[in-house]
């Protein structure tokens, strides 16, 4: 269960990714549709040209920011189950005071 979040992240991130990639990639009137921003040409007139730079870069921008927090919420999962599994303090033998080696 707490790795739920690492992989809705990491999935947000692959699927902004796409969306970005699309954007910058793509034509306007050759975007799929289930791409906001798609628009049809219009019998008569030239399609649209160009790429949506901006959207692309909001999109990419988004894929860092999930990337980023999916890797830090797994460094944090990560650590913590270290500490969790680290033996207690003094429990060694090298953890003997002095009196008890003579």
Known sequence: MKWLWVIVLVIVGALATYVAVEYFTVAIHALPSYIPGHRATIAGHHPPRGHYRKRGAGAAFIALVAFAAAGFLAF??????????????????????????L
């Open 76 to 101: 944090r999962i990560v650590q913590r189950d270290k500490a969790g599994s680290a033996p207690p303090a003094g429990s060694g033998p090298a953890e003997q005071s002095a009196s008890e080696i």
